[in-house]
């Protein structure tokens, strides 16, 4: 219960909203219908003013839609699933400070990834295989066409937690799951967290995808399969150490052609990602490794004739570095249909005479110049010069390094316990990693933003200030969605009591107004990102009333600083951001 009460504290300080209770609305076959089928066979608006549970694999079917407002809250009842049916559109279109979330249906502080399936959308844009069945068949619906431009509708500002429910032993649904959808549907900032199977999977099509946040799942972060040809950029993957598969491995990427190492299946899994941030489970040589039996294993899985394609990334925390697997994904990384280039690895079990390349099934021992192995041209193809990769060895050889040998500081624990919070920051110090080549994008689309920079963050803008601000939560157990907060020791203390500051931002001095309910000793102290106080701005008694008190920051950095009020039965916090 005291962890719950910080966390809840947290959700507080972080400016998390918890929205005030709703109507709460059952769609779907009704309560523990497990899962039975519902078809939605009419289009279908939901409203920011109810809350919903959605029940039962709910279809929506074929010609018709389904429309989902800003600040729209859907909790999922056990194995219920939404399945947007090839020829059927979702319109769920959030705001920045005001996304739409699916999340499970269990109180906070006790969910769990798993508690409900997730998000299935079916188009019919080309995948390599005929008629495919999504999921294995537990759920209905097959996917796939000859439309690259078929329209799935819109998928922006949406936040999934806690999905994956698992219908068969190694049968879940994923986070996201995208069959045959195509380009013509919009998708871009959209976050998963803690799915019991992959984060996202594309099983063919060609939808094209920005800022996309994988956090805390269990199996892979971005999954490619079945001819998926799709175009992505900026991806943050992180994972929480305490949850991997139970029954695989659990890797950053991975990536298939079909079932066949000797594929010949068209069109070929060939996605361009660039600008991705992968953090695995070890983050620093400071923090502890994942509990034993773990299953993390490979910074990306390439196999079955793979063509999947990284541009200007950072992966780092994983124990090991790519695994390329068989000959035919081998020949596409020689031949230049699969590139890797402008690319930094930290791999953390890897140590000197350690190949970044997984070749077969076998490590090379201490290999020479040129290496040796099963594949040896894999290793070399990393160290080519015109790919610009760097992972802190040479000629085949791997340093051991974490994510903080690439300037990015990331707390031991997520969601911790604690006020100010460790909360993740993977933006890069300017000038830790080498720049990019700059021709990394030379006869690529021009949805590809140009970048100098590796990985999804900019390094000269402060955490805050980065395309994740806003609309994603990094603490989802402790959020009070739609739950009334009783007298009692859980609810969150001062929540009553007025913190602001304006303006907000500021530079280099801002006014911060607050009141006091009780008479009492009160404190107010602001605190850098990494928990450090930087001042104290009140320490004494004072009666109740309201009051405001300056700050001055002209000894700072730009950045985002957060303020805490402590008195007499409360305790609150907020943000604010300076801009120098």
Same mark, same amino acid.
Request: proline share 12%.
């Given at each position: 219960m005291k962890k719950c009460i910080f966390m809840l504290l947290l959700i507080v300080f972080l400016g998390v909203p918890a929205h005030a209770q709703k109507p709460e609305v059952v769609i779907g076959p009704g309560l523990n219908t497990g899962r039975t089928e519902y078809h939605q066979d009419w289009d279908r608006a939901l409203s920011?003013?109810?809350?919903?549970?959605?029940t039962g694999l709910y279809y929506v079917d074929s010609l018709y839609s389904i429309t989902i407002p800003p600040g729209t809250i859907i909790k999922?009842?056990?194995a219920s699933t939404l399945i947007i049916s090839r020829g059927a559109q979702i319109h769920a279109t959030g705001q920045p400070n005001n996304p739409i979330v699916f999340t499970s249906l269990k109180p906070r502080c006790t969910r769990e990834p798993g508690d409900w399936g997730g998000v299935i959308i079916l188009g019919r844009a080309p995948v390599n295989k005929y008629e495919p069945l999504i999921e294995g068949g537990i759920i209905g619906g097959s996917y796939g066409g000859s439309d690259p431009d078929d329209d799935s509708g819109e998928f922006c500002y949406v936040r999934i937690e806690y999905p994956g429910y698992r219908f068969q032993l190694n049968n879940e649904v994923n986070g996201l799951t995208m069959g045959g959808v195509g380009r013509g549907t919009e998708l871009h900032h959209v976050q998963v967290s803690y799915s019991f199977d992959d984060s996202y999977e594309w099983f063919g099509g060609t939808v094209n995808a920005k800022y996309l946040v994988a956090y805390g799942g269990t199996d892979d972060e971005f999954d490619t399969d079945f001819?998926?040809?799709?175009l992505i950029q900026y991806c943050f993957g992180l994972r929480d150490r305490y949850y991997w598969d139970p029954t695989g491995q659990s890797n950053g990427f991975e990536s298939d052609n079909d079932g066949s190492s000797s594929s010949t299946a068209e069109p070929h899994t060939a996605p361009k990602f660039s600008n991705v941030t992968l953090i695995?489970?070890?983050?620093?040589? &400071?923090?502890?490794?994942?509990?034993?039996?773990?299953?993390?294993?490979?910074s990306a899985v390439l196999r079955r004739s793979t063509q999947t394609s990284v541009y200007n990334s950072v992966i780092a925390g994983y124990p090991w570095g790519i695994s390329n697997r068989d000959s035919y994904t081998h020949k596409f990384s020689v031949d230049g249909d699969l590139t890797w280039r402008d690319v930094s690895m930290a791999a953390h079990l890897q140590a000197p005479g350690e190949a970044t390349i997984h070749e077969g099934d076998r490590w090379p021992g201490s290999p020479p110049c040129p290496p040796t192995g099963s594949y040896p041209d894999s290793v070399t193809w990393w160290f080519r010069s015109m790919n610009n990769n760097f992972d802190g060895g040479t000629c085949g050889t791997h340093v051991?390094?974490?994510?903080?040998?690439?300037?990015?500081?990331?707390?031991?624990?997520l969601c911790p316990p604690q006020i100010p919070p460790g909360a993740p920051n993977p933006v890069p110090v300017v000038g830790s990693e080498p720049d990019v080549a700059g021709t990394n994008f030379v006869g690529l689309p021009e949805f590809f933003d140009s970048t100098s920079y590796r990985g999804a963050f900019d390094p000269t803008l402060p955490w805050i200030?980065?395309?994740t601000a806003g609309w994603t939560n990094f603490c989802p157990c402790a959020t009070p969605y739609n739950e009334a907060l009783s007298n009692t020791e859980d609810e969150i203390p001062g929540t009553g009591v007025l913190l602001q500051n304006y303006p907000n931002p500021f &530079?280099?001095?801002t006014i911060i107004r607050f009141s006091v309910?009780?008479?009492?000793?009160v404190t107010l102290k602001v605190f850098n990102v990494k928990g450090a106080e930087v001042a104290t701005l009140i320490n004494k008694k004072m009666e109740s009333g309201t009051y405001e008190v300056p700050f001055n920051a002209n000894h700072l950095n730009s950045g985002a600083y957060f303020y805490r009020l402590q008195g007499n039965g409360f305790e609150i916090s907020n943000k604010m951001i300076l801009l120098r």
């Open positions: 920011a003013d109810s809350c919903y549970i959605i999922g009842d056990t001819g998926y040809q799709g695995g489970p070890r983050w620093g040589e &400071n923090c502890e490794d994942p509990p034993p039996g773990h299953s993390y294993q490979f051991a390094r974490y994510a903080d040998d690439l300037g990015i500081y990331m707390p031991c624990e200030g980065q395309w &530079n280099p001095a309910p009780t008479t009492g000793h």
